[in-house]
Every structure is written in structure tokens, then in C-alpha cells.
T-cell receptor
């Protein structure tokens, strides 16, 4: 299947700093990528939909100024957690769509474990 | 938007038994229903999917059924093995997921 690479896999940062997470589609072009957040023993909660060349669409309750998303190319989307706080500590995971409108499949990155201290 | 309900949240079975996980969805326009398996700290992996033009799909020990009229779909795992233990998520369309089912298979 298609490959989505997410980097870094783990990051520890100090409170108040910013962290950038990259999501790359390695062998296909992805006009749409999704960013999720997952707390322990919980489901994947959609944060935002990243569209290449346009502004991201954020889910209700997700602060767009805190979680900056950039999708500047067909193979790369980035999520920047700005002014991180301990409550931002979570597992962040991206996915990218591939295929046609009639046959679409989502592939996930490895996820990023963010710990804010 | 789409709303997906998944039950049960936890399912404990003995090795060799069958396991069934059920999901309902709200958007009648949804036409793609994937199931993912996620092991602790890892990415979700697609295990099977079904589209709205079929009612059932099977792949070895795993099967999925879809009832579009009732807007529900189910995952069936037969002859469960300890390595089937994981969290399973259903989804309706992309990208809305159910809450997940923690499947525990006891040897």
C-alpha cells in the first residue's frame, strides 16, 4: 500500500515552545491530509483537514492559531503546535488520501508522541 | 457532519471464539466503511473495508457486513487468536472514526 511518513516519532519540548510535525506521502500525491489527536485509550479525534494550496479546515473547538497547518506541496503537510502546554501532550497522527473519488483509501503516518514538560 | 457510534468499548473473548463489533452511522450519503486495527503506540492499519454497493465482504477470518437501510455495519472475527488483541476502529467515509473497541483475546 501507499506510504505515509510522519516525523518526528517522539518529541519532548518545554512549555511555551513550538513544535513542528511533518507528514509526507512518499509514493503518491495527496491533495488532502488529515490531522488527528489521540489521547490514551481513546479514539482518533479529527483536528483539521489539510488541503494543498489552501487554508486548512479546522474542527470545532480546535484553535487554528495554536495548531498551525501548512500544506504547501502535494506530498507534505506540517502541523505546528505553538506555545505548547502540558495539556497539549498527546499522540498526533496524520493520514493522507489516495485513489479516486470512487475508490479512496486513507493511509496513516506513524504518529508523533508529544510530551510538553 | 457524520456521527459514528461503536459498540462495545471493550470485548473480552477466549481464544477460538468469535468477536463481533458493531457501528452505526448517521450520514446516509456515506459510501465507504473501513475498519482499522491499532496496536498500542502504533498507527492504525486498514484490515478490511466495504463499500455501499455490497452487503458483505470476507477476508479469511475477518468479515464485514453492511446494512445501508439501517445504517449499521459490523466486523466479525472468527477463530480469534491472542495476536488479534488490539483496538479496532470503524469509520464511515473518511475521516470520521468510532470510539474504538479494545479486543482482548485470552489464550
Amino acid at each position: 500500500g501507499a506510504v505515509v511518513s510522519q516525523h518526528p516519532s517522539r518529541v519532548i519540548c518545554k512549555s511555551g515552545t513550538s513544535v513542528k510535525i511533518e507528514c509526507r506521502s512518499l509514493d503518491f500525491q495527496a491533495t488532502t491530509m488529515f490531522w488527528y489527536r489521540q489521547f490514551p485509550k481513546q479514539s482518533l479525534m479529527l483536528m483539521a483537514t489539510s488541503n494543498e494550496g489552501s487554508k486548512a479546515t479546522y474542527e470545532q473547538g480546535v484553535e487554528k492559531d495554536k495548531f498551525l497547518i501548512n500544506h504547501a506541496s502535494l506530498t507534505l503537510s506540517t502541523l505546528t503546535v505553538t506555545s505548547a502546554h502540558p495539556e497539549d501532550s498527546s499522540f498526533y497522527i496524520c493520514s493522507a488520501l489516495t485513489g479516486t473519488a470512487q475508490n479512496t483509501e486513507a493511509f496513516f503516518g506513524q504518529g508523533t508522541r508529544l510530551t510538553v514538560v | 457532519g457524520e456521527n459514528v457510534e461503536q459498540h462495545p468499548s471493550t470485548l473480552s473473548v477466549q481464544e477460538g471464539d468469535s468477536a463481533v463489533i458493531k457501528c452505526t452511522y448517521s450520514d446516509s450519503a456515506s459510501n465507504y466503511f473501513p475498519w482499522y486495527k491499532q496496536e498500542l503506540g502504533k498507527r492504525p492499519q486498514l484490515i478490511i473495508d466495504i463499500r455501499s454497493n455490497v452487503g458483505e465482504k470476507k477476508d479469511q477470518r475477518i468479515a464485514v457486513t453492511l446494512n445501508k437501510t439501517a445504517k449499521h455495519f459490523s466486523l466479525h472475527i472468527t477463530e480469534t487468536q491472542p495476536e488479534d488483541s488490539a483496538v479496532y476502529f470503524c469509520a464511515a467515509g473518511i475521516p470520521t472514526f468510532g470510539r474504538g473497541t479494545s479486543l482482548i483475546v485470552h489464550p
